[in-house]
């Protein structure tokens, strides 16, 4: 059954906290309930258009004057499997999380080093999530869409996810147009773990055997070390992504700031570390009205309480000058602006 609210409020429905709300509010359980809701609503149609999950990765620029679509799409069911993989349909209104726990819980490899990274299943392949040397593009088979323009079904294998550093096709071409209903995963039933980033293998050392469930154990411990709990404190985790550049800029980069985080690309390219570069350019801590630069992850742009998401744009336009300025790298937010 779908269920339609005018005037609804998002503060709960967004991770900065954001005191905004949308015209309409739309829950859909099935593909049916969104033609039942357009047949019955059709002015719907011409509505503005958001999919929301969780809301952890976006920044509302004011009251969201269209329709906000909240795809409740629940269970687990196994596609294939044989001794070596298992593959998992999953719907997108699946925490993220409880996948990662319940392929731990299993045994299956591949999701590890992305627990309690938040938000729902349905949003993983969109910005194509990451962290510790993992994306979820390196295990999903296939994206399942409904076209909610024209109520078609389209299935996306891997190749067609277009998936690239913290995108894909469902959020360059496709954004707000196909909404993910199903997400088919390839887990390996006899893995092998990945710490080969930053100092993962040491905290699952001291954690005991390099297990699955001690890897999903340090890095939950590690991410609860570093990284603001937005219950607590507003927050859509990294504000922006890593720059990429060649690799002479960043041979000239390490020069000037030695200790600069640096990760190899194919091609001649190098991935550096933004919140290194915000750090040393004398952000971290620094507060701007009600928003702030958390003072300890500099990638991270925090609501001190009250802030609008106009403040907190204006702080990360502020730190995008200034690095620009100081060092000559573009920064680009990785949290989806929503005008209103
Ligand atoms: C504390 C914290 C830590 C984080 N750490 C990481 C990290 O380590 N790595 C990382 O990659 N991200 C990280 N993030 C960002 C965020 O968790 C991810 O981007 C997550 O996938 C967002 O999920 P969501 O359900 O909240 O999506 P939302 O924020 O609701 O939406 C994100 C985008 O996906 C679209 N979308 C959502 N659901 C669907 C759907 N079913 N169909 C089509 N489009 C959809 C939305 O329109 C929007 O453009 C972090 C965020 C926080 C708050």
């Known amino acids: 059954m779908y269920k339609l609210v005018p005037n609804f409020p ?20 099935s593909t049916e309930d969104w ?37 409740d799409f629940f ?39 992305l627990s309690l990274i938040p938000g729902k299943v349905g949003a993983a392949p969109v910005q194509n999530i990451g962290a510790y040397g993992v994306e979820v593009a390196d295990v999903i088979v296939k994206v399942n869409c409904l076209n909610l323009e024209n109520t078609e079904f389209k299935s996306f294998n891997n190749d067609q996810c277009h998936f690239n550093y913290r995108t894909s096709i469902f959020k360059e071409k496709y954004l707000n147009q196909l909404m993910v209903t199903t997400v088919v995963f390839r887990l390996q039933k006899q893995g092998k773990i990945f710490t080969g980033y930053g100092d993962l293998e040491k905290s699952v050392r001291e954690l005991g055997v390099p297990s699955l469930e001690n890897v999903r154990r340090a890095v939950i411990l590690t991410r609860e070390s570093k990284l603001p709990d937005p219950k607590v404190l507003g927050n859509a985790g990294s504000f922006f992504k890593n720059p990429v550049v060649t690799e002479e800029v960043a041979a ?25 570069l915000i750090e040393q350019a004398g952000w971290k801590g620094r507060k701007l009205g009600h928003a702030a630069v958390h003072d300890m992850q500099a990638l991270v742009l925090v609501n001190r309480g009250g802030a609008s998401g106009q403040e907190i744009l204006a702080l990360s336009q502020a730190i995008q000058l200034d690095v620009l300025e100081k060092y000559g790298v573009k920064l680009e937010p990785e949290v989806q602006l929503v005008e209103g």
């Not at 998002?10 to 359980?29: C, M, P, Q, R």
């Open 10 to 29: 998002l503060k709960h429905h967004n991770s900065f906290g954001l005191d905004v709300s949308a015209s309409y509010w739309l829950t859909i359980e």
């Open 35 to 71: 033609n039942s809701a357009i047949a019955q609503y059709p002015h719907l149609l011409q509505e503005k258009r958001l999919i929301v999950g969780a809301g952890t990765n976006l920044l509302f620029m004011r009251d969201f004057d269209g329709l906000v679509i909240s795809p």
């Open 75 to 113: 269970g687990y069911s196994i596609a294939y499997q044989d001794d070596q993989i298992v593959e998992l349909e999953v719907g997108a209104g699946v925490e993220w999380d409880d996948l990662v726990a319940h392929c731990v819980k299993n045994g299956w490899f591949g999701v590890e080093n």
């Open 252 to 276: 000239a980069l390490e020069d000037l700031l030695s200790g600069l985080p640096v990760y190899q690309l194919i091609d001649g390219f190098v991935k550096v570390g933004a919140g290194f």
